[in-house]
């Protein structure tokens, strides 16, 4: 191929990397400066500048700093649900939800400054003055991926349920008390209550008492902690660092 002038163009190709478009930019930029920083650092001037363009393209392509902030949700949201769900699914429902707690709060720990954002600071919203429902997600229509993710967590209930493990009729109910629960201990841990190290005796024995108090058998659960505890190691927490 050749231009007006008569010179060579090298025509694209499918093997050509791909040119990330401005909206790609400022939402990877706003992430990453989330996970080095935290919420603080979203502010519309370092973003835009990190990558050399104008405040008015990040309205442009998110409508306000709010928006950015809600696509940045949706991201982490995303990694969050690939995190929880990398453990899998054996024939032991327990240690299934045992082992997606362990990585939930892996993940937790990893990137407490996505935590913060997703659970302490931000709530994903159906629409302006709609109270976040938790519930599982329904066909059809975009599901918001904070959805997704709690709805992993009610499968891994119902599959209790099934299997006559825990003595529960709601699996939503269960669900959010499961998460209520360990999103306390979780928050504990970041904010270095427990030390740099997790504390296993509290965390074990917090997913205990709550499984007993559903049923589960104490012959059971201990079987479940130390599969799961087998598949998903408790890492070492990641310190905060503020920078700019």
């Known amino acids: 191929m050749q231009c007006a002038r008569g010179e060579p163009v090298t025509a694209p190709t499918e093997s050509s990397p791909k040119v990330p478009s401005i909206r790609e930019l400022l939402l990877d930029t706003a992430w990453k ?16 500048g990190e990558i050399g363009v104008s405040t008015t393209a990040l309205y ?87 959805t997704l993710a709690f709805g992993m967590v009610v499968e891994r209930v119902q599959a209790m349920m099934a299997a006559d493990l825990v003595d529960v009729s709601d699996a939503g109910l269960m669900s959010a008390q499961m998460w209520a629960a360990l999103h306390g201990y979780v928050t504990l841990e970041i904010a270095g209550h427990f030390g740099p190290e997790p504390d296993h005796l509290v965390f074990g024995g917090l997913f205990a008492a709550i499984l007993k108090g559903f049923g589960a058998q104490e012959e059971a659960i201990v079987t479940a902690l130390m599969s799961s505890s087998d598949r998903v190691p408790l890492n070492p927490r990641t310190p905060k660092r503020v920078s700019a």
């Open 60 to 146: 442009t392509h998110f409508g306000s700093m709010a928006g950015l902030i809600s696509a940045v949700s949706d991201r982490a949201f995303e990694a969050f649900a690939e995190a929880i769900a990398d453990p899998g699914v054996t024939d032991d429902p327990l240690a299934d939800m045992l082992a997606m707690g362990l990585a939930y709060r892996n993940y937790a720990s990893q990137f407490p400054y996505d935590y913060e954002l997703l659970f302490n600071q931000h709530i994903v919203r159906y629409s302006r003055g709609v109270r976040a429902a938790i519930d599982l997600p329904t066909a059809g229509g975009a599901v918001p991926p904070g």
């Open 33 to 48: 400066r989330l996970r080095r920083s935290g919420f603080d650092s979203l502010q519309a001037r370092a973003i835009t």
